[in-house]
């Protein structure tokens, strides 16, 4: 069974920095890219950035791009989404995806199939 | 990037009812949409990939249609479990989109 396991609720203070994890097990975590994804009540799911583990290729949204930085440990099948200095805007909660691909006319179309059960985080000041 | 606008954002409707969710990209996306299910305190869960291809596992009363700029997804009898908020995203560039979602009751 394909799994991706996330770490636990966090509560943090603005400027303070954190680093939340997606596990992944039962598949090539090393051959599938690997994405988060926001969730607020204002502005619903939004993307935030890609990950590949095979060699750390990585494409940030540009509403994300120097906010945060997307990690992996190839050794723990482990993907990494750090904060260097919160905001209070960072409130919210993060699931991580497997993204797996169509490929047509020598092109990869790549879609999330299995999800995280998403972290809570929580800045305050 | 290309916005996803989903219509209705809110449906009741009864049980056995047929029920159609509508979404629309800003540009031309082929047929690289996909559709969720995300019910209270989950993750989103994959039903319709490819526009139309029904992902393993799920009922076959979910079913998915169009290509281009316009795209459905059908329930063809809804059942009290269906009841949940419903996503369509793009995935023809990135950064890839979400629609803002079709929140589903059983009246």
């Known amino acids: 069974e394909v799994r991706l396991v996330q770490s636990g609720a966090e509560v943090k203070k603005t400027g303070e920095s954190l680093q939340i994890s997606c596990k992944g097990s039962?598949?090539?975590?090393?051959?599938?890219?690997i994405g988060w994804v926001r969730q607020t009540p204002g502005k619903g799911l939004e993307w935030m950035g890609i990950?590949?583990?095979?060699?750390?290729?990585?494409k940030y949204s540009p509403s994300f791009q120097g906010r945060v930085t997307l990690l992996v440990d190839k050794s723990l099948g482990t993907a990494y989404l750090h904060w260097s200095s919160l905001e209070a805007s960072d409130t919210a909660m993060y699931f991580c995806?497997?993204?797996?691909?169509?490929?047509?006319?020598?092109?990869?179309?790549?879609?999330?199939?299995?999800w995280g059960e998403g972290t809570s985080v929580t800045v305050s000041s | 990037d290309i916005q996803m606008t989903q219509s209705p954002s809110t449906l009741s409707a009864s049980v056995g009812d047929r029920v159609t969710i509508t979404c629309r990209a800003s540009?031309?996306?082929?047929?690289?949409l996909a559709w969720f299910q995300q019910k209270p305190g989950q993750a989103p869960k994959l039903l319709i990939y490819k526009a139309s291809s029904l992902e393993s596992g799920v009922p076959s009363r979910f079913s998915g249609s169009g290509s281009g700029t316009e795209f459905t997804l059908t329930i063809s009898s809804l059942q009290p479990d269906d009841v949940a908020t419903y996503y369509c995203q793009q995935y023809n560039n990135y950064p890839y989109t979400f629609g803002q979602g079709t929140k589903l009751e059983i009246k």
């Open positions: 990950i590949y583990p095979g060699d750390s290729d990585s």
């Open positions: 039962g598949y090539g975590f090393t051959t599938s890219w």
């Open positions: 995806a497997r993204l797996v691909g169509n490929w047509y006319n020598a092109y990869y179309y790549y879609y999330a199939d299995v």
């Open positions: 540009q031309f996306i082929s047929i690289w």
